[in-house]
Nanobody, 125 residues
Framework: QVQLTESGGGLVQAGDSLRLSCAVS????????MGWFRQAPGKEREFVAA??????HTFYADSVKGRFTISRHTSTLDLQMNDLKPEDTAVYSC????????????????????WGQGTQVTVSL
């Protein structure tokens, strides 16, 4: 069973940086996609960034492009967040899926069967 555990959240001020890490275990798919999503109170879960194992391609939501960087390491999926804004406040979760032929989507939460428990990021003015 794939296990994902996030860490690194916290309370910061606008303009600060945070680095989230997702510890990954038992991810045995030959080809996979991993992503970071976030959910603010009263809002739907939204896509933040994704990493595709084939080619090492990365994808970002327009709202975080240029500020956030996703990176895959031996046993973690990290999200470096710079120039944080109050609207970045949310619970951040990492997710994983096997990459199946014909389904190359990366930004739809329902495509991901494996999720971590989430970590809270709060950005104050």
């Amino acid at each position: 069973q794939v296990q994902l555990t996030e860490s690194g959240g916290g309370l910061v001020q606008a303009g600060d940086s945070l680095r989230l890490s997702c510890a990954v275990s038992n991810l045995r798919f030959a080809v996979y996609t991993m992503g970071w999503f976030r959910q603010a109170p009263g809002k739907e879960r939204e896509f933040v960034a994704a990493f595709r194992s084939v080619g090492g391609h990365t994808f970002y939501a327009d709202s975080v492009k240029g500020r956030f960087t996703i990176s895959r390491h031996t046993s973690t999926l990290d999200l470096q967040m710079n120039d944080l804004k109050p609207e970045d406040t949310a619970v951040y979760s990492c997710a994983a899926r096997a990459q199946s032929r014909g389904n190359y989507n990366y930004d739809r939460p329902y495509d991901y069967p494996y999720w971590g428990q989430g970590t809270q990021v709060t950005v104050s003015l």
